[in-house]
């Protein structure tokens, strides 16, 4: 993602300062933070430098102070004095504090316990709370034994409780079937996006991979696909795994058949040509532009194209809301991430950011009131 992609960049620049100013540990920090935001070779080679050099490469592609056995074998000697007088400077520093909330995000016995919510949380109960949390136990901010496993913890509280669906299941057989801080030993109620997946939906300005955004007439659609574990034990011959894969079949031809019959609409909201959709009209309520084919004006009058055009306007008003929900989401994300990492910068970009599907649905709502 490009906000990834930002953030490394500024990582490699905060790491060039820091070897500048010699500071080998706080430049070899931000150089892995670069690699695990957005993976380049610039930072690889400045790290690799450093390992062996204590220093980054000059611009000939040579060591500083051109003497690189002197150097390594330094670093090999301070390596040893290290060890000798205890842990590593590698080592992750936390605190007390850290350690004692991890503790207690595992040793909660719910979804709720784990967001620090009531069961009639709203979503945006539930979004504050797990905003709150995931930058609290993110692994780079986090780095106490078990901090991952807490954050994965959250992740998936968050996910199965904004999933109506799966907060129903939940609230009814949850306790007796599930226990949260163990998800990857359930199926029941694991979550279908990843923690990260999720963490850069809410603050890197990114939609997971693990979704499907389907376009129908306009309208987005978000179809999430569960990621399946094969747990079941082999069974033998062909026959039980023909068996196993007939109800999967029967459901695709089925699907297959289904979308076969289904009627085209006579109209599109983008202009396409392969569809013959290439004659442009507005309705006469919203002056929503969209397509039709050569034979519209012949088929399609009166009441007929009164209940096409209103159609048309509910298409296009719903996909302004899902782009409006996207926008203020990118932009309160970024915002929360600016705010959190002390980034003026991102900030003044995240302010500046416009919403305009936003705009456009408040104008189209005047209308309608008016």
């Known amino acids: 993602m490009d906000s990834n992609k930002d953030e490394a960049e500024?990582?490699?620049k905060i790491a060039v300062n820091a070897v500048s100013n010699n500071q080998p540990d706080k430049a070899r920090k931000f150089l892995e933070k670069a690699q695990r935001l957005f993976p380049t070779d610039e930072a690889k080679n400045l790290l690799e430098s450093l390992a062996q050099n204590g220093k980054p490469p000059d611009e000939n592609g040579g060591p500083v102070n051109g003497d690189e056995p002197t150097m390594r074998h330094r670093n090999h000697r301070e390596e040893a004095e290290a060890s000798?007088?205890?842990?590593?400077?590698?080592?992750?520093?936390y605190?007390?504090?850290?350690?004692d909330a991890v503790k207690k995000i595992k040793s909660c016995k719910d979804y709720y316990q784990i967001l620090g919510v009531e069961k009639t949380a709203s979503e945006d109960d539930l979004k504050k709370a797990y905003r709150k949390l995931a930058l609290k136990f993110h692994p780079d901010k986090n780095h106490a034994p078990g901090a991952t496993e807490a954050f994965k913890a959250i992740g998936n509280a968050y996910a199965v409780l904004s999933n109506t669906e799966k907060r129903r299941q939940y609230d009814q057989y949850g306790e007796e079937r599930s226990h949260p801080c163990r998800q990857?030993?359930?199926?029941?109620?694991?979550?279908d996006i990843s923690p990260e997946d999720l963490f850069n939906m809410f603050f890197g300005g990114g939609f997971p991979t693990s979704n499907v955004h389907v376009y129908r007439n306009g309208r987005m659609h978000f179809a999430h696909h569960n990621r399946q574990e094969r747990r079941e034990q082999q069974r033998d011959g062909g026959l039980a795994l023909f068996v196993q894969l007939m109800p999967i079949l029967i459901l695709i031809i089925v699907?297959?058949?289904?979308?076969?019959?289904?009627?085209?609409p006579p109209y599109s909201l983008s202009y396409r040509l392969s569809a013959g959709y290439i004659h442009k009209r507005h309705t006469s309520h919203l002056k929503v532009p969209f397509y039709v084919a050569d034979s519209f004006?012949?088929?399609y009058s009166g009441n007929n194209l009164k209940n096409v055009e209103r159609s048309v306007e509910e298409d296009y008003i719903s996909n302004l809301r899902n782009?409006?929900?996207?926008?203020?989401?990118?932009k309160e994300g970024l915002l929360y991430r600016a705010r959190y990492f002390g980034d003026s910068e991102?900030?003044?970009?995240?302010?500046?950011?416009?919403?305009?599907?936003?705009?456009?649905l408040s104008e189209i709502q005047v209308i309608l009131d008016g």
Request: net charge positive; proline share 5%.
């Open 184 to 191: 990857r030993n359930h199926r029941d109620f694991e979550a």
């Open 10 to 12: 500024r990582c490699i």
């Open 95 to 99: 605190t007390a504090e850290q350690l």
């Open 84 to 93: 000798a007088h205890g842990p590593s400077e590698s080592a992750k520093p």
């Open 255 to 264: 699907s297959a058949l289904s979308q076969l019959m289904v009627t085209q």
């Open 323 to 330: 782009n409006c929900w996207k926008e203020k989401q990118q």
């Open 346 to 360: 991102l900030y003044q970009r995240a302010q500046r950011m416009g919403t305009p599907s936003c705009s456009r």
């Open 297 to 299: 004006n012949e088929e």
